[in-house]
């Protein structure tokens, strides 16, 4: 048996065997959140190479099923299964069931070629266009808070009425909610990092959307400050919220007659989560002396560091701005 084999006590523990033990370990040392993330992966994972022994398991196979992943996902995603795989072998040693880490041998591509895809966002006209067309008041509210407040979606859906001051117009991020988890439909944790944790402001045409809204919601019987505020009993299910905001964007590029707009003044299809990068991109491309990449850093519960590394595009004319301001200088 060569280096890279690796005995263990029982001869028919599988690489699924190992995941499995080391999930059971998981939830017990993490958040929920990041225990449903990381379940999805290790799912993937043993749909793969789960059937295999720990006690062949080795480099040269590992490193065909990392290449085979190169192959089909992004370096991100491969990264990501890359360092689970890493984790449950790392907790396969702790607990004696191989000698040693058989993936230290395996490479990922750097792909430094790659060009990084370009972030969907959209524009302040393209917003407007959008949200003039939904309809329902709840999610009318909720996607104009995910724009004006650049909230991730699990931190606005876990939003009760007691974390919003809106006579000071603030908003007190300290949760997320999270969906089916370890039998819970969902479940209330806090927020993704301790920089997640901020009191915000919201602008006054947001605070005034939130007034109306809490007024229709004053309305319904059992109201009070511990209500949801998208949802009322409970959070909004994450599946009404896509379907609500893919149907916007359909009706946004709808005539009224049911037939399409022309492409060119169609806005683009993007996710609920880029709502957040079109609220950062805003304050980037707007900034002024009045406030700072900290600033804004601060407002969405990332770093600068992470700002600087995430929100690298433009709006639609910047660069001409730039050139513009160059030939005036020059």
Known sequence: MDVESHK???????????????????????????YQSNKQVYAK????IGHIKLSKLNATILQSYINDLDKKYSKRYVEKIYYCINKALNYGIDKNKIINNPLKKVYRDTRKNELKKEMNFWEPYQFQKFISRVDDKMYYTLFSFLYYMGCRKGEALALQWNDIDLNNSTVNIRK??????????????????????RIITMPSKLKNIMVEWKNIQKNIYGF??????????????PENVRRHFNDGITKANTNDDGTPINESDQIP??????????????????????????????????????????????????????????????
């Not at 006590?9 to 993490?30: E, R």
């Not at 009070?224 to 299910?237: E, I, Q």
């Not at 700002?307 to 433009?314: P, S």
């Open 45 to 48: 994972i043993k749909a793969s």
């Open 269 to 330: 299809k993007i996710r609920i989560h880029d709502l957040r990068h079109s609220h950062a991109s805003y304050l980037i491309n707007n900034k002024s002396d009045m406030f700072t990449d900290f600033d804004i850093a601060k407002r969405l519960g990332d770093t600068v560091q992470t700002l600087h590394e995430t929100y690298a595009h433009w709006f639609h004319g910047a660069d001409k701005n730039i050139i513009d301001f160059m030939d005036q200088d020059i």
């Open 176 to 197: 997320t909610v999270t969906f089916k988890v370890a039998n819970n439909p969902w479940l209330i944790t806090p927020p993704k990092t301790g920089n997640s944790i």
């Open 8 to 34: 263990i006590p029982t001869s028919n523990y599988t690489m699924s065997n190992l995941i499995d033990d080391f999930l059971d370990h998981y939830i017990t040392q993490n958040k929920a959140s990041s």
């Open 224 to 237: 009070d400050l511990t209500r949801y505020v998208f949802g009322f009993t409970r959070p909004l299910a």
